[in-house]
């Protein structure tokens, strides 16, 4: 619930953006874009992994896996 809530937020404050912009044609979609899969990805992270602090399991499994990854 709380992720669709901020993907509805941050689409107002996009299109607030937008509307408001006096020069529309110079926003910098790829550096919007950039953040916006950015504030996704911040959004959809702790529902996925469960990172309380009586239960670090989650976090520790998660950590691990990005070890092995960068070796």
Known sequence: ???A???????????????FSKKRKEIQWRSVGAL?????????FPDVV??????HRG???WFQLADQCSV
Do not use: K
Request: proline share 3%; aromatic share 14%.
């Open 50 to 55: 469960s990172c309380r602090p009586r239960d």
């Open 1 to 3: 619930m709380y992720f």
């Open 59 to 61: 976090c520790s499994r």
């Open 5 to 19: 809530i901020n993907v509805l937020g941050v689409a107002v404050f996009l299109a607030i953006g937008v509307l």
């Open 36 to 44: 916006l899969i950015l504030n996704v990805f911040l959004a959809w």
